[in-house]
């Protein structure tokens, strides 16, 4: 894993830093990994991307969602956390249930990992929507 990637989730899992508590949910975990950026969604939620040594192009890594957008205390547990994964409709946060329930669509399911605070999802790669119909030429 890359340096950067290390320090990163170090900072936003550490309770004595001044940031907010943040739950994983890695998509993809990578192997040989170059360079990652960072973006910020809306309701503080951050996507990590990253683009490794052998593979063309960047892909999603994870992303983090901060603690208290999910209702919850810092120190809360894993199955209460996933409890609300399982069932954004208990999320209070419009931006961030809408955010949850557009990863459980693409990756199907979210599943714990052994770590606090962390885990992961049940399908790597995106689940393709299926389009009926007929696609013009050019598009």
């Known amino acids: 894993m890359n340096d950067k990637l290390k320090e990163f989730l170090k900072k936003i899992h550490d309770p004595k830093n001044n940031l907010s508590i943040y739950a994983t949910i890695i998509v993809r975990p990578g192997k040989n990994i170059l360079d990652l950026k960072i973006k910020k ?10 683009h490794e040594e052998k593979g063309t ?62 885990f992961k999802t049940q399908r790597y790669k995106k689940k393709k929507e299926m389009q009926t119909g007929v696609k013009l030429k050019g598009f």
């Open 41 to 50: 969604e809306e309701a503080n939620i951050l996507k990590i991307i990253v």
């Open 57 to 118: 192009g960047w892909f999603t890594h994870s992303f983090h969602i901060p603690i208290k957008n999910l209702g919850l205390s810092a120190d809360s547990k894993n199955k209460e956390i996933l409890a609300k994964f399982s069932n954004p409709n208990q999320i209070s946060n419009k931006a961030t249930k809408a955010y949850v329930e557009d990863i459980l669509r693409k990756y199907v399911d979210i599943l714990p990992e052994k770590k606090k605070h962390y």
